[in-house]
């Protein structure tokens, strides 16, 4: 059975349950307001809408992304109707963005869950055009749009993107 939150390690990096200490230094990974431009709350670098969000994160069983111990990014898995498996609210630090931190974290989480399933979900919103980008150059293809509730805020539109085994 898919463990949502799960401890993997490839090389320097580990992927591991996200919990409430992490809370200062997930907050300084994340107040860079470039990591917000296309994510559906562009103030999350400020520290209330942050806490907002770390406590949903830390609520729904989320996970932090390390480098050699320190946080550079979190996400987490989550199942949709239909058991169809996700992974979303993923961020990075700008000095990882692009090439191997979003390669290894990326193969980490889907190498992990394509034990369990033959597609992985994730989504965008059609503003992200950088993650787009990104997650298409790691093999994923676009499959639909639609208005989505995550669980956190209000019902947006999504850009969902699959990845088969």
């Known amino acids: ?3 949502l939150q799960p401890t993997l390690n490839k090389d ?16 300084s990974a ?6 917000w431009k296309g994510m559906p709350a562009k103030n999350r670098y400020k520290r209330e809408p ?4 770390f406590d949903f994160m830390l609520n729904v069983g989320s996970l932090t992304i390390r480098e050699h111990g320190k946080i550079i990014g979190a996400t ?9 498996l996700s992974f979303g609210g993923t961020f990075l630090i700008r000095e990882c963005w692009g090439g191997y931190h979003n390669y ?4 980490m989480l889907t190498h992990y869950a394509f034990q369990f399933y033959d597609k992985i979900y994730i989504h965008i919103t059609p503003d992200n055009i950088r993650s787009i980008k990104a997650y298409e150059k790691l093999g994923f293809v676009y499959d ?3 208005e ?6 209000k019902k947006q539109n999504f850009m969902w993107f699959r990845l088969d085994k």
Do not use: C, Q
């Open 50 to 53: 942050f806490t907002k969000w």
């Open 1 to 3: 059975m898919l463990d």
């Open 148 to 153: 989505t509730f995550l669980g956190f805020g």
């Open 104 to 107: 290894t974290h990326t193969y």
């Open 76 to 84: 987490r898995f989550f199942i949709l109707p239909g058991d169809y």
């Open 12 to 27: 320097n990096m580990n992927i591991k349950p996200l919990v409430s200490a992490d809370y200062e230094e997930m907050y």
């Open 144 to 146: 639909h749009e639609e």
């Open 30 to 35: 994340a107040s860079d307001p470039a990591i």
